[in-house]
Every structure is written in C-alpha cells, then in structure tokens.
C-alpha cells in the first residue's frame, strides 16, 4: 500500500523523519511527501505565501536531499512528490516550475475561491445564491486542473464539503463533469482521509461522488492527507477498510 499524499515541516506538516517513522510503523510499502506549493504570480496569493510560510517553490532542493537520506535509512519507498495549488491563470508558472523541478509525481488541488481559501468562514456571510455559485466555480476550476495535463494526481475532489457554508451545493452534475474529465486523461485521483477523523466523517470524493467515478470506470490512489505521525499511523487502517468498501480500482503511480 502507498500513501501519496503527505506533509512534512517543508509546508503545514511535522519533520520529515518523524512522518517516515510513522510511514513504516503503519506497514507502508511507500510513502509520498506532497508538501503545499503555489507559484502564483498574483499579489494576493504572494502575500498568503509570506505569511503562511508556504515556500516549497524556494526549498525543494533542500527537502529532496533530506529524502534522499531517509531512503537509506528506511526499508520503504520515499517519494519526492508536490502539491501544487491549481489556477488557471497560472498554468504558465505552474508548468514552467514543474520542468524545472522534476518532481516524482505532481498532485495538483484546487484550494480558492474568489481568492478566498474554500476552507474559510468567508462563505458563510454569502447568500444562497452565492454559494451555490462559488461552488459551481469551485468545480468549473477541478475541471479546468484535469483539462491542463500538468498533474498525476487530482487531490481532495469535493473538498468544499469541508466547509459547512458551501456543503450540500454539489450535484450529479458536478460529479460527472469531473468524472468524463478524469475518464479522458492521464490524471488519477485519490481516496483522501483528510476529514475522516473530524466532524466531516468521510473520505473525499464522498460516497455519491465515488459511485459516480466508478460508473466512468475511474480508478484512485490513495492519500491520507496526513500532516502529523499520530494521523499518517491512524489513517492507514481507515484507509484500507474503506478500499475494502469502495467500489473502484486502486491504482500505484508510475513512479
């Protein structure tokens, strides 16, 4: 089993070491660190990165290294992988950045809406109608990422059920305009655990988003979304109960 879709100290996650450990201790055959990049020229999201410390685009080469060593030191396979936040208006940087970077695999993600985060209290002071309407957006834009041919991995398809302002907007019709998208390229995307412990409680996509998946014969990867030890250990045994329940194929990167 491999877990593609972790985080280190590199982005919003502990050390590296400490998240390898917890790789190996929950029976892992590999483990792939997928720390948060945006390589956005826009003000706004230049000065989330300053702030948020977000800067990947500027340490990589000192995080592979890093890999490098835990490779000899750990029985499993370690991934330099990356996830890169999708706009696009910022295809041009984000494939100038990834031939450059020559990451193992990409994960790309879509996190903004109306340069708001899809995670923030933002959408609740919107009226129906608008969040209806961000979410629209938010889908339009999940496409728009599966259509750019720059990623390996679609992460966290429906995570705008995060947010309890934008839940409940997503449609059929949503699913299978990503669904036909994802059918017809190289892009695969993943079984996230990333909300399963908290008040969420479900895997992304959710179960309708994932039957509809499977009706366009689109297999997953697996990604924990794990940011510490305790949650890389505890996720991998959900993880592999909901494989066991999830009416699709398991796929492993060419990697």
Known sequence: MHDY????????????????????????????????????EREHLR??????????????????????ELREEFGLRIFDAVEV???????AEIRAFLAEADFDYVVGSVHEIEEANVHWDYFADRTDEQQHAA??????RVV?????????VAAHLDIVERNPALRGYATRDHYEAVAAALADSKTVPELNAGRIQ??????????DF???????????????????????RERIPILSDGLDAAPLDVVELSV
């Open 198 to 207: 908290a008040d969420y409680g479900e895997f992304h996509p959710g179960p």
């Open 85 to 91: 936040d999708y706009h696009p208006a910022d295809e």
């Open 144 to 152: 728009d990422l599966v259509e750019s041919g720059l990623f390996d």
């Open 135 to 140: 979410v629209d957006e938010y889908f339009h």
């Open 5 to 40: 879709h972790v985080h280190s100290s590199y982005s919003d996650g502990e050390f590296l070491e400490g998240m390898v450990e917890a790789a190996a201790d929950a029976g892992l055959d590999g483990v792939g660190f997928a720390d948060h990049c945006n390589v956005s």
């Open 210 to 232: 994932l039957s509809v998946l499977a009706e366009y014969d689109v297999p997953v990867t697996i990604g924990s979304d794990a940011h510490s030890p305790r949650e890389l």
């Open 47 to 68: 000065r989330y990165k300053k702030r948020f410390g977000f800067n990947l685009d500027l340490t990589y080469e000192r995080r592979r290294e890093a890999i490098a």
